[in-house]
């Protein structure tokens, strides 16, 4: 996968010098990739939905104790909220100090205004697709599990098979045992094509990133240089300050380790930009390399790549100071704790949906008086900081997972 991804990078940046040079022929040529692209990440997605109900089924029922299963809930969210309070926290603090490194000229706002790739009814419209507030807790409740499914909506459905686990959690030993050990069968069994897909791994990225970096090419880049390199610094500062020290520390795990173990499924959030399709690297990371309970592996790694968003919400308190910045505009204490909240709120409602960590900064953006044009900055040259962020998403999944199981492990009743 790591060969796969620097001839992507490779091929994208030769490429993009030589259109600059005014022969793009070989950008058209990397554009036709794009199909391989998608092709091995609707390999990825197909299997998706049916390893997480088996096996988030399995792991709820096999526990056959409704306070356990309590208990699972709270510890985990708690563990994902509290994390990503902390990366707001440190967003605001780092972009503070590296962004006014790199003030924005007028020109240069300008070539950024004419790299944005949406206009504001793409932003409306994308903005709408987001539930917040009281729509977002009724559509937690799928009135028809199967067109929640069929859509592509993975927290809904984790809900109904967390429903549907309790209930067979309840049910006498022998039933529930033939219940889980079909569950149990059918996870192998995706698991399996999951293998098969990953030997396509090395193509599939560089076929998903040689196309976008022919696209943007440098230019992209250094107008972006140091928004990137706040947000990167950030990330880097939220991993080794928050990330490894609690895997370390309360899962147990040496930090070399860890890395280790969660490369891949670093590697493969930081190509597709999608933590759902991340979800049968990380199972197949947990189960094996990190020796992780399963039953904990298979609850919090689902409900972490639905709700988990600790990378997202400091890409997002530093995309706030730095469109202020931009515009120009003073950003205070007052401005910055409205901002945060509304962050926090946002990372929570993170959806399926074209650059939907910055489309939900809306919220952030009318509770503080930031122009909404500069969403459609963001969102045309948001590429690389998606990928920043959702590889630090997969490391947040795989840390809570491994924290949450060594605590279970250490008694029910300990913290």
Excluded: C
Aim: net charge neutral.
């Amino acid at each position: 996968m790591g060969v796969g991804l620097g001839a992507g990078l490779v091929l994208g940046l030769a490429a993009a010098g030589l259109a600059d040079a005014g022969y793009p022929a070989l950008v058209k040529a990397a554009q036709l990739l794009r199909p391989i692209g998608t092709l091995f990440l609707n390999l990825l997605q197909m299997v998706v939905i049916p390893l997480v109900a088996t096996a988030l089924f399995a792991g709820i029922a096999k526990l056959g104790n409704l306070r356990t299963v309590g208990r699972l809930v709270v510890r985990t969210l708690s563990f994902f909220w509290g994390t990503a309070l902390a990366a707001i926290l440190i967003g605001f603090v780092v972009g503070s100090v590296i962004l006014p490194i790199g003030r924005i000229k007028p020109e240069e706002q300008a070539a950024l205004r004419s790299a944005a790739v949406a206009d504001s009814s793409f932003i409306q419209k994308a903005a709408e697709d987001i539930p917040t507030g009281a729509r977002f807790i009724v559509e937690l409740i799928p009135a028809n599990p199967v067109r929640a499914a069929v859509e592509g909506n993975l927290l809904p459905v984790i809900v109904f098979v967390t429903f549907l686990a309790v209930a067979a959690a309840g049910l006498p030993e022998e039933k529930r045992t033939a219940l889980t050990d079909l569950a149990d069968v059918a996870t192998a069994v995706f698991i399996r094509i999951v293998n098969w897909v990953l030997l396509l791994a090395p193509i599939g990225i560089f076929a998903l990133v040689a196309p976008i970096v022919a696209q943007f090419g440098w230019g992209l880049f250094k107008a972006m240089l140091v928004f990137v390199l706040a947000v990167g610094v950030g990330l880097a500062i939220f991993i080794a300050a928050v990330y490894l020290p609690a895997a370390a520390l309360l899962g147990r795990i040496p930090p070399a380790r860890f890395l280790q173990a969660a490369f891949p499924s670093w590697l493969m959030g930081f190509s597709t930009t999608s933590s759902i399709a991340t979800l049968p690297t990380m199972l197949e990371a947990a189960q094996g390399d990190l020796k992780l309970s399963p039953t904990i592996a298979s609850f919090a790694l689902p409900l972490g790549a639905s709700i988990n968003r600790g990378g997202s919400a400091l890409f997002q308190a530093v995309a706030v100071l730095f469109v202020a910045q931009l515009y120009g505009i003073p950003y205070g204490f007052g401005e910055a704790f409205q901002a945060g909240a509304a962050v926090f709120l946002a990372s929570l409602t993170v959806a399926s949906v074209p650059a939907a960590s910055v489309v939900s900064l809306l919220p952030a953006f009318a509770t503080t008086g930031l122009p909404i044009s500069g969403i459609s900055i963001l969102i045309g040259l948001d590429r690389i900081p998606d990928m920043l962020r959702t590889s630090t998403n997969v490391l947040g999944h795989l840390t809570g997972a491994s924290v949450i199981s060594a605590i279970e492990e250490a008694g029910p009743g300990k913290s």
